[in-house]
């Protein structure tokens, strides 16, 4: 295994709940109502759709996907989802500190050093809104999705990261360690609070398949749990291995996806209230940082041509 290289669960989509939207001449991302699943492949007019899509929408004939069903590929929480404090270098784009809370890793004059994190609220070096919580979850999407292969959320919102935890903290306790087997689904909830000035923003929970029990879910799980170890499947190997992955870089992010952070990362979002700066002077900013990182990106793709 190459050390410093972060080796993460096999991504084929993207979950989001944003769109681009046309103004004063530029596409910019707003958040949106709904859930929009894509493919890893960007044109002009944004992300293309995965074929999956299409297919939740006409099963739960609805135009607004609110709701997809999943499994968790890990029985960890921690693996599941990957949340930290960060702070990106607004002229590279690239990771400069990622902490817990406790520690982080910071690169310094000195190459990456292991420090005290006091969170994003206390701490002098990632002041004024440059340090937020930022997090990516990865999913099985389908309830029959016998694959390793994932998609990803990444957010930013503390009512996600927040309500995601919970879920899975619960779910694994009452199954007896079995989040990975339990039928599960991202839910779109909305809210308002006096920070939102009573307007609506909407966050991702994590909740039981429609129509199941709590009971019958936890059922449900042992009987796939079984399943999975008559048929040789080793959980604790494939969390361990997934562990270990993690571990292995400086930081969990990949040249490649640098842009995509910088869409998802850098703009205001509707439930963030640490940034002051105007939309469009923040879209101006994502731009510059975009130019910067595309001599990296072509030079990548003349590489694999």
């Known amino acids: 295994m190459i050390?410093?290289?972060?080796?993460?669960?096999?991504?084929?989509?993207?979950?989001?709940?944003?769109?681009?939207?046309?103004?004063?001449?530029?596409?910019?991302?707003?958040?949106?109502d709904q859930?929009?699943?894509?493919g890893q492949v960007q044109t002009k007019d944004g992300w293309v759709l995965h074929p999956l899509d299409e297919q939740l929408r006409k099963e739960q004939d609805t135009d607004k996907l609110r709701r997809i069903p999943v499994r968790l590929p890990f029985s960890c929480a921690?693996?599941?989802?990957?949340?930290?404090?960060?702070?990106?270098?607004?002229q590279t784009g690239r990771p400069v500190c990622v902490g817990n809370g406790v520690t982080?890793?910071?690169?310094?004059?000195e190459g990456l050093q292991e420090l005290e994190c006091p969170g994003s609220g206390l701490c002098e070096f990632g002041?004024?809104?440059?340090?937020?919580?930022?997090?990516?979850m990865t999913v099985q999407v389908g309830d029959d999705n016998q694959d390793l292969s994932c998609f990803i959320l990444r957010t930013t919102s503390f009512n996600t990261i927040r309500s995601l935890f919970a879920r899975m903290l619960y779910y694994s306790?009452?199954?007896?360690?079995?989040?990975?087997?339990?039928?599960?689904?991202?839910?779109?909830?909305?809210?308002?609070?006096?920070?939102?000035?009573?307007?609506?923003?909407?966050?991702?929970?994590?909740?039981?398949?429609?129509?199941?029990?709590?009971?019958?879910?936890?059922?449900?799980?042992?009987?796939?749990?079984?399943?999975?170890?008559?048929?040789?499947?080793?959980q604790d190997a494939l969390d361990n291995v997934a562990s270990l992955g993690f571990a292995n870089g400086q930081f969990e992010y990949s040249e490649e996806e640098l842009p995509e952070i910088l869409e998802e990362f850098y703009?205001?979002?509707?439930?963030?209230?640490?940034?002051?700066?105007?939309?469009?002077?923040?879209?101006?900013?994502?731009?510059?940082?975009?130019?910067?990182l595309k001599p990296t990106a072509a030079a990548r793709g003349t590489l694999q041509a």
Request: aromatic share 4%; hydrophobic share 30%; proline share 4%.
């Open 173 to 234: 306790a009452v199954s007896g360690g079995l989040l990975h087997c339990m039928p599960l689904q991202l839910k779109l909830r909305g809210k308002s609070t006096t920070m939102s000035h009573r307007t609506a923003i909407y966050y991702v929970d994590l909740e039981l398949m429609d129509g199941l029990t709590l009971t019958d879910a936890v059922t449900q799980a042992k009987i796939t749990q079984t399943e999975r170890e008559s048929a040789g499947i080793d």
């Open 78 to 90: 921690d693996l599941n989802l990957r949340a930290e404090y960060s702070m990106f270098d607004r």
């Open 267 to 292: 703009p205001a979002t509707s439930d963030d209230t640490s940034q002051t700066t105007e939309p469009d002077v923040r879209q101006q900013k994502v731009h510059k940082l975009k130019s910067r």
């Open 104 to 109: 982080c890793r910071r690169m310094t004059a």
């Open 127 to 136: 002041k004024n809104g440059q340090c937020k919580l930022y997090g990516r």
């Open 35 to 38: 859930f929009t699943l894509t």
């Open 3 to 32: 050390k410093g290289l972060a080796i993460t669960p096999p991504i084929i989509g993207r979950i989001s709940i944003g769109r681009v939207v046309e103004r004063n001449g530029q596409r910019l991302p707003a958040k949106d």
